[in-house]
Protein backbone atom coordinates (compact mmCIF):
# COMPACT_ATOMS: atom_id res chain seq x y z
CA UNK A 1 0.00 0.00 0.00
CA UNK A 2 2.12 2.54 -1.52
CA UNK A 3 -1.38 5.20 -1.09
CA UNK A 4 -0.41 4.98 2.83
CA UNK A 5 2.80 6.35 5.42
CA UNK A 6 2.66 5.72 9.32
CA UNK A 7 4.23 7.95 11.64
CA UNK A 8 4.52 5.88 14.80
CA UNK A 9 7.37 7.15 15.97
CA UNK A 10 8.62 11.28 16.54
CA UNK A 11 9.95 12.80 13.66
CA UNK A 12 11.87 15.91 15.27
CA UNK A 13 13.05 17.14 11.64
CA UNK A 14 9.43 17.85 11.23
CA UNK A 15 8.49 18.67 14.27
CA UNK A 16 6.17 15.56 15.41
CA UNK A 17 6.73 14.09 18.58
CA UNK A 18 4.54 11.19 19.59
CA UNK A 19 4.32 8.58 22.78
CA UNK A 20 5.57 5.35 23.22
CA UNK A 21 2.88 2.86 23.03
CA UNK A 22 2.35 0.85 26.20
CA UNK A 23 2.08 -2.94 24.94
CA UNK A 24 -0.97 -5.03 26.04
CA UNK A 25 -4.25 -5.74 24.76
CA UNK A 26 -5.44 -2.44 23.93
CA UNK A 27 -2.39 -1.62 21.90
CA UNK A 28 -2.99 -4.90 20.21
CA UNK A 29 -6.73 -3.23 19.25
CA UNK A 30 -5.25 -0.16 18.03
CA UNK A 31 -2.98 -2.25 15.94
CA UNK A 32 -5.76 -4.12 14.63
CA UNK A 33 -7.67 -1.38 13.86
CA UNK A 34 -4.96 0.48 12.20
CA UNK A 35 -4.69 -2.26 9.66
CA UNK A 36 -8.48 -2.80 8.96
CA UNK A 37 -8.70 1.26 7.99
CA UNK A 38 -5.75 0.85 5.88
CA UNK A 39 -6.98 -2.07 3.76
CA UNK A 40 -10.16 -0.54 3.64
CA UNK A 41 -9.05 2.46 2.71
CA UNK A 42 -6.94 1.10 -0.26
CA UNK A 43 -9.56 -0.70 -1.86
CA UNK A 44 -12.30 2.47 -1.61
CA UNK A 45 -9.93 5.56 -2.49
CA UNK A 46 -7.76 6.06 -5.80
CA UNK A 47 -7.49 9.99 -5.67
CA UNK A 48 -5.96 10.70 -2.14
CA UNK A 49 -3.31 9.08 0.23
CA UNK A 50 -3.89 8.35 3.71
CA UNK A 51 -1.09 9.15 6.23
CA UNK A 52 -2.11 7.61 9.77
CA UNK A 53 -0.23 9.45 13.29
CA UNK A 54 0.22 6.41 16.20
CA UNK A 55 -0.41 9.01 19.15
CA UNK A 56 0.93 11.75 18.20
CA UNK A 57 1.41 14.73 20.85
CA UNK A 58 -1.11 17.35 20.38
CA UNK A 59 -2.45 20.14 23.11
CA UNK A 60 -4.78 18.37 24.34
CA UNK A 61 -2.73 15.05 24.72
CA UNK A 62 -1.95 11.76 22.78
CA UNK A 63 -4.87 10.47 20.67
CA UNK A 64 -4.52 6.85 20.01
CA UNK A 65 -4.37 7.30 16.39
CA UNK A 66 -5.40 9.74 13.92
CA UNK A 67 -5.84 9.22 10.31
CA UNK A 68 -5.16 11.88 7.66
CA UNK A 69 -6.43 11.64 4.18
CA UNK A 70 -4.54 13.92 1.61
CA UNK A 71 -4.57 14.90 -1.91
CA UNK A 72 -1.37 14.09 -3.07
CA UNK A 73 -1.02 17.84 -4.83
CA UNK A 74 -0.21 19.03 -1.11
CA UNK A 75 3.15 19.65 -1.93
CA UNK A 76 2.46 21.23 -5.55
CA UNK A 77 2.81 24.51 -3.75
CA UNK A 78 4.59 24.01 -0.56
CA UNK A 79 7.38 26.61 0.23
CA UNK A 80 10.51 25.86 2.46
CA UNK A 81 9.07 28.56 4.50
CA UNK A 82 6.75 26.77 6.03
CA UNK A 83 9.38 24.76 7.45
CA UNK A 84 9.70 27.60 9.98
CA UNK A 85 6.32 27.97 10.74
CA UNK A 86 5.34 27.28 14.40
CA UNK A 87 2.30 26.96 16.49
CA UNK A 88 1.26 30.37 16.92
CA UNK A 89 2.04 31.10 13.28
CA UNK A 90 -0.80 27.94 12.69
CA UNK A 91 -2.91 29.56 15.06
CA UNK A 92 -3.12 33.33 13.35
CA UNK A 93 -3.47 31.13 9.68
CA UNK A 94 -6.66 28.73 11.43
CA UNK A 95 -8.24 32.72 12.66
CA UNK A 96 -7.77 34.57 9.37
CA UNK A 97 -9.14 31.46 7.30
CA UNK A 98 -12.39 31.53 9.60
CA UNK A 99 -12.69 35.15 9.32
CA UNK A 100 -11.76 35.62 5.44
CA UNK A 101 -9.73 38.68 5.76
CA UNK A 102 -9.07 40.83 8.48
CA UNK A 103 -7.41 44.24 9.39
CA UNK A 104 -4.22 43.85 10.85
CA UNK A 105 -4.80 46.21 13.99
CA UNK A 106 -8.45 44.06 14.68
CA UNK A 107 -6.24 40.87 14.59
CA UNK A 108 -4.46 42.25 17.26
CA UNK A 109 -7.57 43.83 19.27
CA UNK A 110 -9.62 40.39 18.94
CA UNK A 111 -6.73 37.81 19.61
CA UNK A 112 -5.22 39.58 22.31
CA UNK A 113 -1.98 38.47 20.80
CA UNK A 114 1.23 40.68 21.51
CA UNK A 115 1.65 43.25 18.34
CA UNK A 116 5.21 42.23 17.44
CA UNK A 117 4.28 38.75 17.86
CA UNK A 118 1.64 38.91 15.58
CA UNK A 119 3.43 41.16 12.69
CA UNK A 120 6.26 38.55 12.71
CA UNK A 121 4.06 35.53 12.31
CA UNK A 122 1.79 37.46 9.41
CA UNK A 123 5.67 37.95 7.80
CA UNK A 124 5.89 34.53 8.15
CA UNK A 125 3.12 33.37 6.58
CA UNK A 126 3.34 36.07 3.69
CA UNK A 127 6.72 34.29 3.09
CA UNK A 128 5.37 31.06 3.00
CA UNK A 129 2.63 31.97 0.22
CA UNK A 130 0.11 31.03 2.67
CA UNK A 131 -1.42 34.54 3.21
CA UNK A 132 -1.50 38.17 1.69
CA UNK A 133 -1.98 41.72 1.90
CA UNK A 134 -4.67 43.32 -0.29
CA UNK A 135 -7.06 46.40 0.51
CA UNK A 136 -5.95 46.76 4.20
CA UNK A 137 -6.71 43.36 4.76
CA UNK A 138 -5.09 40.05 5.84
CA UNK A 139 -6.32 37.06 3.56
CA UNK A 140 -5.84 33.64 3.16
CA UNK A 141 -4.57 32.01 -0.16
CA UNK A 142 -6.88 29.99 -1.67
CA UNK A 143 -7.64 27.12 0.66
CA UNK A 144 -6.91 24.44 -1.42
CA UNK A 145 -3.51 25.95 -2.25
CA UNK A 146 -2.72 26.35 1.72
CA UNK A 147 -5.00 23.03 2.42
CA UNK A 148 -4.70 19.46 1.66
CA UNK A 149 -6.70 17.37 3.78
CA UNK A 150 -10.00 15.97 3.25
CA UNK A 151 -10.84 14.12 5.98
CA UNK A 152 -8.72 13.80 9.64
CA UNK A 153 -10.31 11.10 11.77
CA UNK A 154 -9.19 10.51 15.34
CA UNK A 155 -9.55 7.75 17.95
CA UNK A 156 -9.57 6.82 20.57
CA UNK A 157 -9.54 2.95 21.80
CA UNK A 158 -11.01 1.70 25.68
CA UNK A 159 -11.24 -1.75 26.19
CA UNK A 160 -14.23 -2.67 28.61
CA UNK A 161 -16.00 0.69 29.77
CA UNK A 162 -16.18 2.85 26.73
CA UNK A 163 -18.10 5.56 28.51
CA UNK A 164 -14.55 6.30 30.48
CA UNK A 165 -13.27 7.99 26.97
CA UNK A 166 -16.29 9.67 26.12
CA UNK A 167 -15.21 13.17 27.22
CA UNK A 168 -11.60 12.75 25.22
CA UNK A 169 -13.54 11.70 21.76
CA UNK A 170 -15.87 15.00 22.12
CA UNK A 171 -12.57 16.49 22.74
CA UNK A 172 -10.83 15.24 19.38
CA UNK A 173 -14.15 17.04 17.58
CA UNK A 174 -11.47 19.98 18.06
CA UNK A 175 -9.96 19.75 15.14
CA UNK A 176 -11.22 16.40 13.39
CA UNK A 177 -13.18 16.21 10.98
CA UNK A 178 -14.22 13.47 12.40
CA UNK A 179 -13.81 11.60 15.56
CA UNK A 180 -14.79 7.87 17.10
CA UNK A 181 -13.71 5.87 20.05
CA UNK A 182 -12.95 2.27 19.89
CA UNK A 183 -13.69 -0.77 21.89
CA UNK A 184 -13.49 -4.62 21.66
CA UNK A 185 -17.35 -4.41 22.72
CA UNK A 186 -19.73 -6.00 19.95
CA UNK A 187 -22.50 -4.43 21.65
CA UNK A 188 -22.14 -1.96 24.08
CA UNK A 189 -25.07 -0.65 26.30
CA UNK A 190 -28.16 1.58 25.04
CA UNK A 191 -27.06 4.20 27.02
CA UNK A 192 -23.54 4.41 26.00
CA UNK A 193 -24.38 4.59 22.12
CA UNK A 194 -27.18 7.36 23.45
CA UNK A 195 -24.25 9.29 24.34
CA UNK A 196 -22.25 8.82 21.56
CA UNK A 197 -25.51 9.89 19.00
CA UNK A 198 -25.87 12.90 21.45
CA UNK A 199 -22.12 14.58 21.30
CA UNK A 200 -22.06 13.60 17.85
CA UNK A 201 -18.78 11.09 18.54
CA UNK A 202 -18.47 8.14 16.96
CA UNK A 203 -17.94 4.01 18.21
CA UNK A 204 -16.34 1.06 16.76
CA UNK A 205 -16.96 -1.77 18.14
CA UNK A 206 -14.95 -5.38 17.34
CA UNK A 207 -16.37 -9.08 17.31
CA UNK A 208 -15.27 -11.51 14.87
CA UNK A 209 -14.64 -8.05 12.49
CA UNK A 210 -14.92 -4.15 12.85
CA UNK A 211 -18.44 -2.84 12.94
CA UNK A 212 -19.43 0.72 13.10
CA UNK A 213 -21.90 1.40 15.64
CA UNK A 214 -22.45 4.95 15.55
CA UNK A 215 -21.58 7.35 12.56
CA UNK A 216 -19.47 10.51 13.87
CA UNK A 217 -20.83 13.44 12.73
CA UNK A 218 -19.13 15.19 10.10
CA UNK A 219 -17.70 19.15 10.82
CA UNK A 220 -15.81 21.10 8.51
CA UNK A 221 -11.99 21.25 8.07
CA UNK A 222 -9.68 23.16 8.73
CA UNK A 223 -11.56 23.52 12.44
CA UNK A 224 -8.56 24.52 14.10
CA UNK A 225 -4.49 24.99 14.04
CA UNK A 226 -4.32 21.78 15.04
CA UNK A 227 -6.33 20.47 11.82
CA UNK A 228 -3.24 22.82 9.81
CA UNK A 229 -0.66 21.12 12.35
CA UNK A 230 -1.46 17.66 10.93
CA UNK A 231 -1.64 19.30 7.42
CA UNK A 232 2.19 20.55 7.73
CA UNK A 233 3.58 17.30 8.94
CA UNK A 234 2.41 15.55 6.27
CA UNK A 235 3.85 18.27 3.72
CA UNK A 236 6.83 18.32 5.60
CA UNK A 237 7.42 15.17 5.61
CA UNK A 238 7.10 14.94 1.94
CA UNK A 239 8.75 17.86 0.74
CA UNK A 240 11.91 16.44 2.94
CA UNK A 241 11.38 12.91 0.55
CA UNK A 242 11.15 12.10 4.29
CA UNK A 243 11.92 8.81 6.43
CA UNK A 244 8.99 7.72 7.47
CA UNK A 245 7.47 3.87 7.31
CA UNK A 246 5.61 2.90 4.50
CA UNK A 247 2.67 0.53 4.78
Not at 63 to 85: C, G, H, K, M
Not at 95 to 116: D, V
Not at 158 to 175: A, G, P
Not at 192 to 207: C, E, H, N, P, S
Request: positive net charge; charged residues 25%; contains cysteine.
Amino acid sequence: MDQVIIFNGSRPDIGLFTRPATRGDEYDLVELFIEYYCHAFARNNKKTRLAVFVEPRIDSGFPDVVFASYLPSITDNWSDRREILDAFDLKLLSYLCAAENTLGAKLISMLGFPEKQTVTSLEKLMDAKLVFYRGNSWRVRELRNVFSLTKLIAVEAKLNDISKVVEQTHLNTRFASHSYALTNAARPQGETVKTFKRFGIGLYGKDSQFRRIVEARQYTLPSSYLSFQFNEWIGKSLAHQGRPQYA
